[in-house]
C-alpha cells in the first residue's frame, strides 16, 4: 500500500522522519508500506505539493521557492486532499508536527479537522490536538473510518498508547504518575550537580529536545499538555492542560534540588493523573522522591510513566534515552498502524 504523506511542519521532528523513512524504506516494504511524501508545508518557510512525489533530498530546495503562504495550512491539507481524489491507489496520510500552543491547541486541532474531513488518516507528535480536543477527533475519525493516532505525543515513540489500545482488552487504567518533561529532567539533574540553570537549558535547544518556546518546558506546559492528554485517552476523561495543577521549574530549584539530594532523595517533576472522566484530578508538581522510587532513578533526558491499572495492577515503563529519532520513530510505527488497518479495510470490502 502506498501512503501519500503531507508534512505540516518541517521542524526538528519532521526532518528526522523523512530520514527514517529513507533508513527503513527495506523494513517498510517487507510489510508492504512504500510511502511517498507529495505535500509539505510550513509557516514561514514555504510550502511544496506534487501527487507525483517529492523526493526527499530536494524538500528544502522547493520549499524554498515556493510562496510566501497566503492560505492557512488547514487550507493548504483541503486542497492537497482534493488533488489526491484523482489518484485511488494512494491512500493520503497527514503527518501533523507543528509548534505546541498550550492556549487552545490551535491551529494543529484545525489541521487535524480538515485532514480527516478531506478523508486523509492523521499522525500528529504535536500534544495540543489530543489535549484539547481528543474526544470530538476521536469522534471525527471513527464515523469517518479513518485512523487519529498521536504516539509521539507522550514519551516519544515509547509504544504507551499502542500498549494499552493493542494488548490490554478490557484493562481499566485507574491512573498513571510519571516524569515526561525531558527537558526538565535534564535540567533537574544538572542542577543536582551544580551546574548552572541556563547552560543546562541552552543543551535542550541546542539539540532540539526543548519546545521552540522554552517557557513551555520550564513552566510545564508540555508536561501539563501531556497530563491532559493522558486523562483524556486513558482515564476517559474530557480536560484541557489549563485543568492541570501546574508547577514548574526555575533557576531557585537548584538549591531544592542539591538539599533532596543531599538527603538521598531525588527532586522531580511529577505529572500525576488519578479518577475516571469527569472526575479526574490532574496535577504537575516538583516533588522530593525517595530513592527507590522508579521515577527517582531517572536521569538526564530520561522519562517514565506508572499506570495503575486493574487488573494488571502497577506497571512502570521507562524511557532512558529520549531524542528526535525516538519521537521520528513513533509516526513510523503509527504510519505502519495506519496501513496495516487500511490493508485490512480494503480487503474486507
Ligand atoms: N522535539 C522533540 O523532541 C519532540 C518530541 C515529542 C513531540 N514533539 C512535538 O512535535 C511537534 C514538532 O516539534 P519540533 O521540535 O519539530 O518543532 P519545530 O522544530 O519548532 O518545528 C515546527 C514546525 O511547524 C511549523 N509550523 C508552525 N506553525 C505552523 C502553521 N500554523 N502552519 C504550518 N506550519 C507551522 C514550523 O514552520 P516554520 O519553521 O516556518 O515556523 C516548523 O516547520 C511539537 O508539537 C512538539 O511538541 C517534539
Do not use: C
Amino acid at each position: 500500500m502506498t501512503p501519500a504523506l503531507i508534512l505540516i511542519g518541517y521542524g526538528h521532528v519532521t526532518r528526522r522522519f523523512v530520514r527514517l523513512l529513507d533508513e527503513s524504506r527495506a523494513a517498510l516494504a517487507a510489510l508492504d508500506v512504500h510511502p511517498v511524501i507529495v505535500g509539505v508545508a510550513t509557516r514561514r518557510h514555504g510550502r511544496v505539493f506534487d501527487g507525483r512525489g517529492i523526493d526527499a533530498a530536494s524538500i528544502a530546495d522547493r520549499l524554498v521557492a515556493s510562496a510566501a503562504p497566503q492560505r492557512s495550512a488547514a487550507d493548504f491539507i483541503t486542497d492537497a486532499l482534493t488533488a489526491l481524489r484523482a489518484v485511488p491507489a494512494l491512500t493520503p496520510v497527514i503527518i501533523e508536527a507543528t509548534t505546541l500552543d498550550v492556549v487552545d491547541g490551535e491551529p494543529a486541532t484545525s489541521h487535524v479537522r480538515a485532514a480527516l474531513a478531506g478523508g486523509a488518516h492523521v499522525i500528529t507528535a504535536n500534544k495540543g490536538p489530543v489535549a484539547f480536543a481528543y474526544r470530538e477527533l476521536a469522534a471525527q475519525a471513527e464515523a469517518a473510518s479513518r485512523s487519529f493516532l498521536f504516539e509521539g505525543a507522550v514519551m516519544d515513540g515509547i509504544p504507551l498508547f499502542n500498549l494499552v489500545r493493542e494488548t490490554m482488552p478490557t484493562v481499566t487504567v485507574r491512573g498513571f504518575r510519571g516524569v515526561v518533561n525531558s527537558t526538565t529532567n535534564f535540567v533537574l539533574t544538572a542542577l543536582e550537580r551544580g551546574e548552572p540553570f541556563d547552560e543546562a537549558l541552552a543543551r535542550m535547544q541546542a539539540d532540539g529536545i526543548a519546545e521552540a518556546d522554552v517557557s513551555l518546558d520550564v513552566d510545564g506546559w508540555d508536561a501539563a499538555a501531556k497530563t491532559a492528554a493522558l486523562a483524556n485517552v486513558l482515564l476517559g476523561a474530557q480536560t484541557t492542560p489549563h485543568d492541570v495543577a501546574r508547577e514548574g521549574i526555575g533557576v531557585e530549584t537548584g538549591a531544592r534540588a542539591v538539599a533532596a539530594r543531599g538527603r538521598g532523595r531525588r527532586l522531580k517533576l511529577v505529572a500525576t493523573g488519578s479518577g475516571q472522566g469527569a472526575s479526574v484530578s490532574l496535577r504537575v508538581r516538583l516533588e522530593e522522591l525517595a530513592d527507590d522510587d522508579p521515577l527517582a532513578a531517572l536521569e538526564g533526558q530520561a522519562n517514565a510513566i506508572e499506570l495503575d491499572t486493574w487488573p494488571l495492577g502497577h506497571m512502570v515503563m521507562t524511557q532512558r534515552n529520549g531524542g528526535l529519532e525516538i519521537t521520528a520513530y513513533a509516526l513510523l510505527s503509527d504510519l505502519v498502524t495506519v496501513s496495516k488497518r487500511a490493508a485490512t479495510a480494503r480487503s474486507s470490502r
